[in-house]
């Protein structure tokens, strides 16, 4: 089993930055999908980010095109979600996940899940 471990998570004001990290372990780390999900309070559980398992290809929901970047890291096993251009709206609690299957992009069927990490965005 995959372990999955979110960090980078804070307290920014509208318009700044974060870089989320999302430190995963075992060697088949660099042969799986990784994705990023959000969760606000009240909220369901929304897909945010994705990129392929040889990084060829990336997807994001269309609230954060132009302002968030997903990439990884194989070496470090290490995917990463940098958020730029922050809106209070981003506010919400962010997990990383992985794909067991496939090497595409996805927006479901993830199998590993980090703890989450917290993202708060004051206006």
């Given at each position: 089993?995959v372990?999955?471990?979110?960090?980078g998570?804070?307290?920014?004001?509208a318009?700044?930055?974060?870089?989320?990290?999302?430190?995963?372990?075992?060697?088949?780390?660099?042969?799986?999908?990784?994705?990023?999900?959000?969760?606000?309070?009240?909220?369901?559980?929304?897909?945010?980010?994705?990129?392929?398992?040889?990084?060829?290809?990336?997807?994001?929901?269309?609230?954060?095109?132009?302002?968030?970047?997903?990439?990884?890291?194989?070496?470090?096993?290490?995917?990463?979600?940098?958020?730029?251009?922050?809106?209070?709206?981003?506010?919400?609690?962010?997990?990383?996940?992985?794909?067991?299957?496939?090497?595409?992009?996805?927006?479901?069927?993830?199998?590993?899940?980090?703890?989450?990490?917290?993202?708060?965005?004051?206006?």
């Open positions: 089993q372990q999955l471990v979110d960090s998570g804070g307290l920014v004001q318009g700044g930055s974060l870089r989320l990290s999302c430190s995963a372990s075992g060697s088949t780390y660099r042969n799986y999908a990784m994705g990023w999900f959000r969760q606000a309070p009240g909220k369901e559980r929304e897909f945010v980010a994705a990129i392929s398992c040889n990084s060829l290809y990336t997807d994001y929901v269309d609230s954060v095109k132009g302002r968030f970047t997903i990439s990884r890291d194989n070496a470090k096993n290490t995917a990463y979600l940098q958020m730029n251009s922050l809106k209070p709206e981003d506010t919400a609690t962010y997990y990383c996940s992985a794909r067991l299957s496939g090497c595409y992009v996805y927006t479901s069927g993830y199998n590993y899940w980090g703890q989450g990490t917290q993202v708060t965005v004051s206006s």
